[in-house]
């Protein structure tokens, strides 16, 4: 984008444009598409659709982190905000149908309402107040959640989103300006970098934890679809792309959480 012979790469700085947090939305997207055509063959439970819900739930995210992307490449910090809002709304439903489906599926109870009503439209999801307590509350999530929430980022990361959607503080109207010199646009790049891959690492937990199925790799089904005896314990082999996400994020940046999805799986995580 030009105005007249100056660039908004030149506007913003190189500094700006070249931010690591646009390589790790890049990472974050690849991640999300990966996981959404990878789970597609899991047979969904609970609702009449034939095919899994969180297929279509992940690469809805994935087209968000892109959103996000595109609009700190025109220097909308302030929009960005209300996306990342939007993000974290995301993974919360995605991770609240999980638990959902999963506390009240049963031989009795083959098609679970409340889901299924919001998947065919006649039914909203719960508003985020309702959807955030339902998780905490959830005794099979309890591990996880004490450990995400041993410190207050999220709740400020909320606070930060909510300032800057409904305009709080007039900063929160100037982030949006591109036009202008603002001194602090890569501390505020530094910080969305933080957020994001703090609700990252959120719904990994969360996701992973509710469904380590979802962690298989597909050499044990490629096997049986093919008519070949699977290797021995392919069946807990973990899918690369994300153990690596495992290895080189959660790990790295939240090691007792890491401990704590490790200890929950028979899925063989390195």
């Known amino acids: 984008m030009e105005f007249g012979n100056i660039t908004i790469e030149d506007k913003l700085g190189k500094e700006y444009t070249e931010h690591k947090v646009f390589a790790e939305l890049t990472g974050y997207s690849d991640f999300y598409?990966?996981?959404?055509?990878?789970?597609?063959?899991?047979?969904?439970?609970?609702t009449k659709s034939f095919t899994n819900l969180d297929t279509?739930?992940?690469?809805?995210?994935?087209?968000?982190?892109?959103?996000?992307?595109e609009i700190l490449r025109k220097g909308?910090?302030?929009d960005a905000y209300a996306l990342i809002r939007k993000y974290f709304d995301s993974t919360f439903i995605n991770i609240?149908?999980?638990?959902?489906?999963?506390?009240n599926f049963s031989l009795d109870n083959f098609i679970v309402k409340q889901i299924d009503n919001w998947r065919i439209g006649t039914e909203t999801i719960p508003e985020y107040r309702i959807i955030?307590?339902?998780?905490?509350?959830?005794?099979s999530l309890m591990p996880i959640t004490n450990l995400l929430l041993k410190d207050d980022r999220y709740k400020k990361i909320r606070k930060r989103c909510n300032d800057n959607t409904h305009y709080n503080f007039f900063h929160n109207m100037l982030l949006n300006?591109?036009?202008?010199?603002?001194?602090?646009?890569?501390k505020y790049l530094d910080v969305i970098s933080f957020d994001i891959e703090s609700l990252f690492i959120q719904h990994f937990a969360y996701l992973f934890y509710i469904n380590d199925h979802f962690l298989m790799s597909s050499d044990y089904s490629d096997s049986m679809d093919?008519?070949?005896?699977p290797e021995e314990d392919s069946k807990y082999w973990v899918a690369q792309f994300i153990q690596k996400k495992y290895t080189k994020l959660i790990v790295v940046k939240r090691p007792d959480i890491a401990a704590e999805i490790k200890k929950n799986s028979k899925m063989q995580l390195e």
Do not use: A
């Open 132 to 139: 955030s307590k339902y998780i905490k509350d959830s005794e």
């Open 177 to 186: 300006d591109n036009e202008i010199h603002n001194p602090n646009r890569i």
């Open 76 to 78: 909308r910090i302030n």
């Open 33 to 46: 598409e990966s996981l959404s055509f990878y789970i597609m063959s899991w047979m969904p439970q609970g």
């Open 96 to 103: 609240y149908t999980n638990l959902y489906l999963q506390d």
């Open 226 to 229: 093919l008519g070949i005896t």
């Open 56 to 69: 279509y739930s992940i690469s809805s995210i994935k087209g968000t982190i892109n959103s996000i992307s």
